[in-house]
C-alpha cells in the first residue's frame, strides 16, 4: 500500500531530516578532535555519557526492517517474536557487567583488536574480514532495500527514496564520525519510541482496548514459551540457543560494542547497557503489540490485511490523522537511518584500523581519519551500485544471507565468552574453533539451500531449528577451542594480562556508582521476570 501524506506530513518528514543534519553538524563542529584523531572520529574521543550510549544501543539495533518484521510476526504467531527483545536486556546485562571492564581497560578500538591481544593476529584478520563481508551483504544492502521500501509507500520510486537514504546517511556519518552518529541517534531513539508508541496508543484505542486485543486474538497469540516442536520459537531454543546469538551480536558485534568503547569510563559504559536493557524491554509492546493489534482489527473487519508484514503500514495508513502520519514515517527513516550510519560508521572503522592499519602502521592520525572517510565514500558507493540489483533477488536469498550470520556467530561467542573466563586458552585453540565454527556453518547454509533434495542425517541437519544449531555449533566449538589450547603451548601470561577474570586489574569503577547500577540492574531483572510471567500461557 501506499501512504496519502499531505502537505503537513511532508514538511514533519523534511523538519526530522534538517534536526538531523544540524545536529550531525553541531556535535563535529563543537568536538575538533572528530576532525583530527582516530580516538575522535571513531571512537567519539571516548567521552560519550551513559545516556547517549543507552539511547544509541537501542536506535542503532532497531532498523526499518526490524519494525515491519517484528510488527508482521506479531499479527502472524503472537508475542512469542518477543523473546529476542527481552533477552537482549539481559545480554546488554552482560555486556556491561561482564566484558566492558575488559575492553575498556585494553584500550582497544575494534573486536578483532580485542582478540588479537587476547590470542593472535589470526583470529583478529578472521574476525575482521568476517565482519566486513557480513555487514556489506547483510546490514547495508537489507537496510537500504527496506529505506527504499519506506518511501516507495509514500509515492517515490523506490530507487529514488533508495538513494536518498544511502546519500542523506552518508554525508553526516562521512563527516562527522561516530560522535554525529550516536548523537543523531539520540534523536531518532525519541523519533522512534515517540511514533511507535502513537500507533499503539491509537491502535488499542480504536480496537477497544487491551481486554478486547486479547479476547479477539486468542490466548496462544500471547504466549511466549512455545513448545519444543513449534517450528521457529521453540523455548529449548530460546532458552540456550538464542542467549548465543545474543551474546555474539551485542557483546562482541563492532556494530554495537563500538557505542561502549566510546565511553567516558567505566561506569557511564555499564550504566549505558543498562539503560539500553530497559529500552530493549519496550519493541514487544510498541512493535510487536502493534501487530497483533493490526491481527484483531483484520479479524473484527475494521482494517484489511492481506498479508502479516503489512501490519505495521497498514496501521500507518489507516489509523493516523495527518501530522502524525509524518511522524510515525519519520519514526520508520530514523530506524533506518541509525541502523546505515552505525553500519557505515563500524565497518569504516575495521577496515581503517584492522585492514588499512595493520598494512601501514606508521600512518598519522590525520591519515587514519581521511582513510575512515573514504572507506564510508566506498560503502555509500557500494550501497548505491547495490541498489538495481536488489529487486533481482529474491526475498528467500536475503533470508539465507541474513542466516550466515546465525551460523557464523556461536564460534565467535565461544572464543570471546571462554576467552575472559580461562586463561589457559591461546591463538591455536581459538583461531581452531573459528575456523570448525565456520566450516560447520557453512556446511550447514550449504544443506539448508539443498534440503529438499537430502535426506538421513544429512536432511536432520539442514533441518534442525536455527536456535537448536546454535547451541550444538557452541558446545562442538568451545570444545574444540578447550582441547586444542590444552595440547598445545599455553598464551604468553604479559600478552593476556588484564584480559581475563584471572589475571584481572583492580577496578576503577566508582563505589557509588556501582552500588546504583546493581539497584538498576535487579530492577531490570525483575522487570524481565514480571514479562515473562504475564506473558505465559
Known amino acids: 500500500m501506499k501512504f496519502e501524506l499531505s502537505i503537513l506530513d511532508i514538511l514533519v518528514i523534511i523538519s526530522y531530516f534538517l534536526i538531523v543534519f544540524y545536529i550531525a553538524w553541531y556535535v563535529t563542529k563543537k568536538e575538533k578532535s572528530t576532525r583530527e584523531t582516530s580516538a575522535g572520529y571513531f571512537l567519539a574521543g571516548r567521552n560519550v555519557g551513559w545516556f547517549v550510549i543507552g539511547a544509541s544501543l537501542f536506535a542503532s539495533n532497531i532498523g526499518s526492517e526490524h519494525l515491519v518484521g517484528l510488527a508482521g510476526t506479531g499479527a502472524s504467531s503472537g508475542v512469542a517474536v518477543g523473546q529476542f527483545e527481552i533477552l537482549a536486556s539481559l545480554i546488554l546485562l552482560i555486556l556491561g557487567w561482564v566484558f566492558v571492564p575488559f575492553y575498556l581497560k585494553s584500550g582497544v578500538y575494534t573486536m578483532p583488536e580485542f582478540l588479537e591481544k587476547r590470542y593472535s593476529s589470526a583470529a583478529r584478520t578472521y574476525l575482521s574480514w568476517i565482519s566486513i563481508v557480513g555487514y556489506v551483504l547483510t546490514k547495508i544492502s537489507v537496510t537500504i532495500a527496506a529505506g527504499g521500501i519506506v518511501f516507495e509507500a509514500m509515492g517515490l520510486n523506490f530507487w529514488t527514496g533508495a538513494i536518498i537514504v544511502v546519500l542523506a546517511t552518508g554525508i553526516y556519518t562521512i563527516f562527522g564520525g561516530l560522535r554525529a552518529v550516536v548523537y543523531t541517534d539520540l534523536l531518532q531513539m525519541f523519533v522512534l519510541i515517540g511514533g511507535a508508541v502513537t500507533v499503539t496508543v491509537i491502535g488499542l484505542w480504536k480496537l477497544g482496548g487491551w481486554s478486547v486485543m486479547v479476547e479477539t486474538a486468542g490466548s496462544s497469540f500471547f504466549n511466549m514459551w512455545q513448545p519444543i516442536t513449534d517450528p521457529n520459537f521453540p523455548w529449548t531454543g530460546i532458552l540456550f540457543g538464542a542467549p548465543i546469538l545474543g551474546v555474539w551480536y551485542w557483546c562482541t558485534d563492532q556494530f554495537i560494542v563500538q557505542r561502549v568503547l566510546s565511553a567516558k569510563n567505566e561506569d557511564h559504559a555499564r550504566r549505558g547497557t543498562i539503560f539500553g536493557g530497559f529500552l530493549k524491554i519496550l519493541p514487544l509492546f510498541i512493535f510487536v503489540i502493534p501487530g497483533i493489534i493490526a491481527y484483531s482489527l483484520a479479524q473484527k473487519g475494521l482494517m484489511s490485511l492481506d498479508k502479516a508484514d503489512q501490519a505495521l503500514p497498514m496501521l500507518i495508513g489507516s489509523l493516523l490523522p495527518v501530522g502524525l502520519k509524518g511522524l510515525v514515517i519519520a519514526g520508520l527513516l530514523a530506524a533506518l537511518m541509525s541502523s546505515l550510519s552505525s553500519v557505515f560508521n563500524s565497518c569504516s572503522t575495521l577496515i581503517t584500523l584492522d585492514i588499512y592499519k595493520k598494512m601501514h602502521p606508521e600512518a598519522s592520525e590525520k591519515k587514519l581519519v581521511i582513510t575512515g572517510q573514504v572507506a564510508t565514500i566506498f560503502l555509500v558507493a557500494f550501497g548505491l551500485a547495490w541498489i538495481p540489483f536488489m529487486k533481482l533477488i529474491s526475498g528467500q536469498i536475503y533470508q539465507y544471507l541474513q542466516s550466515v550470520q ?64 546454535a547451541i550444538f555449533l557452541f558446545v562442538i566449538c568451545s570444545v574444540v577451542l578447550i582441547v586444542v589450547s590444552l595440547i598445545t603451548i599455553p598464551p604468553d601470561e604479559k600478552q593476556i594480562q588484564g584480559l581475563t577474570f584471572e589475571t584481572a586489574e583492580k577496578s576503577t569503577s566508582d563505589p557509588i556508582w556501582r552500588k546504583k547500577d546493581v539497584m538498576f540492574s535487579i530492577i531490570l531483572l525483575i522487570v524481565v521476570g514480571l514479562v515473562w510471567i504475564y506473558f505465559t500461557g
Open 406 to 469: 546465525a551460523y557464523i556467530s556461536p564460534p565467535i561467542a565461544a572464543v570471546f565468552l571462554l576467552g575472559i573466563f580461562i586463561k589457559r586458552l591461546n591463538g591455536t585453540g581459538a583461531i581452531a574453533s573459528l575456523l570448525t565454527g565456520f566450516f560447520l556453518g557453512m556446511g550447514r547454509l550449504i544443506a539448508e539451500l539443498n534440503k529438499d533434495s537430502l535426506s538421513g542425517f544429512l536432511y536432520s541437519y539442514a533441518d534442525i531449528n536455527f536456535l537448536h544449531f
